[in-house]
């Protein structure tokens, strides 16, 4: 598959069951993908890891503590890391793109080894660390 943007691809975004973005989810995944493509910009142009992107709602069922109402079952929310940075990091530079109106105000969460990031609902935070 083609490119989603620059530095993003349509294969990073197919669940992990390796079924492809539904072609109507298609534009959610565009947008999500510009607001990384500023975040990794805003980063040095450091590599920006996908664990998670689209999900189906059968793989989605099947993750333990996962929302029925995910963002990724719209292909609006990724989970992402970035090799020797720390997940707190990662989570500041993002509240302060989005403070700086440069990121969508979605969804952020930190958990211990990635952030979850979506261009849903606006403002919602949470910290799952152990």
Known sequence: MDKITTHFYWSEAMCSDGTEVPSYLRSNAIRLANNLETLRFAIGELPIR??????????NENLPNSSPNSQH???????????GMKPITLFTVIETLIRLRKMENGGLGIYNTFIHY?????????DYRK
């Open 50 to 59: 996908i664990n998670s992107w689209y999900r189906t709602k059968e793989f």
């Open 118 to 126: 979506d261009v849903g609902p606006e403002g919602r935070r949470w």
């Open 73 to 83: 079952l719209l292909a609006k929310a990724c989970d992402i890391w970035i090799k």
